[in-house]
């Protein structure tokens, strides 16, 4: 049997698969090509109906997986316009339409107002809790669901520059951005949102949609990146069973560091790297304040936060050096 693996897969989630599938899938292949038994986490839950980067930790990895939820993320969505779902994406009923269609210009021109620090109220159908309870599980259950409205930051939204448009053409003159009879707008657009944690990309869609005079939904969500970890990084579940047969996990693992990779390094020697491993502090460090990724040689030994010249462990690992 192989020694457990520590690292990152990275995945390129279908659609219609849950986060905690995707954990299972990589459980169940590490178990059928005869790997040591291993803990396998994710660093950032993706909805079913999503798709795209979803970063699965291996070993000690694991213990970065709270970090990658801190993360920023890029998505690629598409906003339907015309109609308002209970879900905000296709899944669910329609309960709101709007025959306004704006054009690219109008769209273009309300996104600064979704720059920024901004408020958003998350949808109903969501995995916050209320009162002890998932909001999705009150709204299938038929409760009105109201969440309060939370700060989040959109650092950059655009409209996707290889998006395909579809265009609306309007006979009638209508109240909104579309008013000029005759006149083209869209069904749909899709935009490119980097965004913080805790952003929902539906309730983003639904405010964009009002603030053009209309309504909408997601119909396409994928997660271009996700913290450290690009899609073209990205693997589908297939090709790592395929590649687990034959050449193994190993060539398709990212080191753990792979995840720190906006951390400086923080070389120790033997000695040093002992008093780590036994959660001792380091004194007179003459590197200036912060987190640092405390190595020896290339193997990563511990997270560490120095102050004032103080080095003290925030997390450690437990990797093998290599010369063992």
């Known amino acids: 049997m192989s020694a457990p693996l520590s690292g990152w897969l990275i995945l390129d989630k279908p659609r219609g698969m849950g986060s905690t599938q995707g954990v299972s899938a990589v459980k ?7 790997y040591a038994k291993t803990k396998v986490g994710h660093g950032g839950t993706l909805d079913p109906l999503a798709e795209g980067v979803l970063p699965i930790a291996l070993g000690e990895a694991t213990k970065l997986a709270g970090r990658m939820l801190d993360s920023d993320k890029i998505y690629a969505f598409t906003v339907k316009f015309g109609g308002e779902t209970d879900t905000l994406d296709t899944e669910g009923p329609v309960i709101a339409t709007s025959d306004v269609r704006p054009t690219r210009a109008e769209v273009e021109a309300v996104l600064p107002r979704f720059t920024g620090p901004i408020e958003q109220v ?13 909001a999705y599980d009150r709204a299938r259950a038929g409760e009105a669901v109201e969440l309060k409205a939370r700060a989040v930051t959109i650092h950059t939204l655009s409209v996707r520059a290889e998006l395909v448009e579809v265009p609306h053409f309007s006979s009638e003159v209508q109240d909104g951005p579309s008013t000029s009879s005759g006149r083209s707008g869209l069904d749909a657009i899709t935009l490119v949102a980097h965004v913080s944690k805790g952003t929902y990309i539906r309730s983003l869609a639904r405010d964009i949609a009002h603030a053009l005079g209309t309504c909408g939904h997601v119909t396409y969500l994928r997660r271009i990146k996700a913290g ?13 069973e395929e590649t687990a047969k034959g050449q193994g996990l190993e060539h398709l693992l990212l080191p753990l560091e792979a995840g720190l990779d906006d951390i400086p390094a923080l070389h120790l020697d033997q000695t040093s790297a002992q008093a780590v491993r036994q959660g001792r502090v380091l004194s007179d460090m003459p590197q200036s304040s912060g987190l640092y990724l405390a190595k020896l040689g290339a193997v990563p030994v511990a997270l560490m936060e120095i102050t004032e010249g103080t080095a003290k462990v925030v997390r450690g690992f437990n990797l093998p050096d290599v010369a063992e």
Do not use: C, T
């Open 228 to 240: 450290p970890f690009r899609e073209e990084q990205a693997i589908s579940l297939d090709f790592m």
């Open 122 to 134: 998350p949808p109903a159908y969501s995995a916050l809790k209320l009162d002890g309870q998932r």
């Open 28 to 34: 169940r292949v590490l178990r059928q090509n005869g």
